[in-house]
């Protein structure tokens, strides 16, 4: 199972579990705040806009809530700055790593990430170390039970997507960043309701760990994932479960 499935597996457990909706819709104003700043406010023209709106409607998130994250992102409203910064390094066994981060404090952030690097055997490394192992893509993943296999690859193939697969329970389908509008748009036109809709970045080749590598990896990513400042996290890993508690 890859790092980025098995992480998007993973974080929907946890959120079931942990009912953590406070730090989750905090993520997403965020996200469409900056979105509606970049892009402008209006929904259907600005795909990344509406992939952010899409997702903070699927966390019944309330609707005045997103209404005043998209006016204070066009300025209508006043609100905090937020900076959009990546980080790149490698977390233990090799596993490249991703996060995407949104702060009103670049350093106080920079600080933190390094340490919880450091602090749990993992390096913060130079921009570009490691996004050259992973490829942007359009992501959505849609739940089994909602649509046939050949009923989805109709309607996801058609409308620009450039793969449909299956992982865990659920199908997950990718595009080219170009067409994740077109692409979500077609999946909601037909009616398929999408677990997950985002521009994601998916490892082109991967690392294999397994036991207490394994646990010490997940819990690495599990920390950065409760960091405030925080959007996203991607790792290059596959759990080899079958090796038992190998290192």
């Known amino acids: 199972m890859s790092g980025h ?3 998007h597996t993973i974080k929907h457990k946890k959120a079931a579990l942990d009912a953590k909706r406070g730090q989750q819709f905090t993520r997403l104003i965020k996200e469409i ?3 509606a700043r970049i892009g402008g406010g209006d929904v259907e023209g600005n795909p990344r806009l509406r992939a952010a709106v899409s997702a903070a409607k699927g966390s ?3 609707q005045d809530n997103i209404k005043r994250a998209i006016q204070k992102g066009t300025g209508e409203l006043p609100g905090v700055s937020y900076e959009e910064v990546v980080y790149e390094g490698y977390a233990p066994g090799g596993v490249a790593v991703m996060v995407e981060a949104m702060t009103d404090n670049l350093n106080r952030t920079a600080a933190e990430i390094r340490s919880l690097f450091t602090k749990h055997g993992g390096n913060l490394g130079a921009p570009n170390c490691v996004a050259w192992m992973f490829e942007r893509k359009g992501f959505f993943e849609v739940a089994k039970d909602a649509v046939s296999e050949d009923r989805l ?4 193939l058609d409308a620009g997507a450039d793969d449909v697969g299956e992982d865990d329970g659920t199908w997950e389908v990718t595009s080219p960043v170009e067409n ?4 979500g748009q077609a999946l909601e036109a037909a009616s398929i309701p999408a677990l997950t809709a985002e521009l994601s970045r998916l490892p082109t080749n991967t690392v294999r760990i397994s036991g207490r590598k394994a646990e010490q990896v997940m819990r ?6 409760d960091h405030d400042d925080i959007q996203k996290v991607w790792g290059n890993f596959e759990v080899d479960e079958s090796l038992g508690d190998q290192d």
């Open 180 to 183: 994740f509008q077109a692409v």
């Open 60 to 62: 019944n998130m309330p």
């Open 153 to 156: 690859m109709e309607v996801a």
């Open 33 to 35: 705040t900056v979105a």
């Open 5 to 7: 499935s098995k992480w």
């Open 220 to 225: 690495f990513f599990e920390l950065l994932e």
